[in-house]
């Protein structure tokens, strides 16, 4: 039965942190200058609802730059667990590259290391996840994983260097769109496989 081998793999949708899903500070490095945007959390629900993991990915070179240390970035991101907690939602991973562009390290964004690492320790299904992020490297980081990516931008004549498979405004509408294509990939496979979607022909 395809859908019990389906099973077996997860499906993630992957986040950028900054302008994605908080307020972009450059080099944030105090806990108390985080904020959720406003769609965060009733995106996250929708997200996690629809059954995938939501993997936060985000590019922290502000570490290698010696803008904020490792202990910083854990509070910080401790404070984003706990108004996320508040919501009643929240992140399942997250994933970080604390290198700076010079290190040529293989999980900075837009290399795809940090989705890789995750699909390996998650078991995730590459081609069923998606990226959402504010800035073309998500976009390129995602595209080279083989997942679907969503630029949230609201440039729509922005030339970029790897095309998104949708452009979103804001998380809410990236949300939406990607909660739609899933339910159509879906059913695409069951009427590939011949499964209608009562099992029954
Ligand atoms: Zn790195």
């Known amino acids: 039965m395809i859908l019990a081998n389906t099973a077996v793999k997860r499906k993630a949708v992957f986040l950028d942190r900054d302008g994605t899903i908080i307020h972009h500070i450059p080099y944030l490095s105090n806990p108390d200058q985080l904020r959720l945007l406003p769609n965060t959390a009733d995106s996250l629900k929708k997200i996690r609802n629809a059954g995938f993991l ?24 401790e404070r984003l667990n706990n108004l996320l907690k508040e919501e009643k939602t929240r992140l399942d991973a997250i994933f970080y590259c604390q290198h700076h562009p010079d290190d040529n390290c293989y999980c900075r964004k837009p290399k795809p290391g940090m989705l890789l690492m995750a699909a390996e320790e998650y078991n995730i299904d590459l081609k069923k996840s998606y990226i959402i992020g504010d800035d073309p490297k998500d976009v390129e980081a995602g ?29 809410s509408s990236a949300t939406e769109w990607l909660l739609a294509h899933a339910k159509s990939s ?6 590939r496989e011949g499964v209608s979607p009562t099992g029954i022909r």
């Open 54 to 77: 939501a993997i936060l990915v985000t590019n922290q070179s502000g570490i290698a730059r010696g803008y904020l240390t490792k202990e910083m970035l854990q509070l910080i991101h």
């Open 143 to 171: 595209s080279l994983a083989g997942c679907n990516t969503v630029l949230i931008s609201k440039d729509a004549n922005l030339l970029l260097p790897v095309s998104p498979s949708f452009l979103a405004e804001r998380l």
């Open 186 to 191: 879906l059913q695409e496979l069951q009427e």
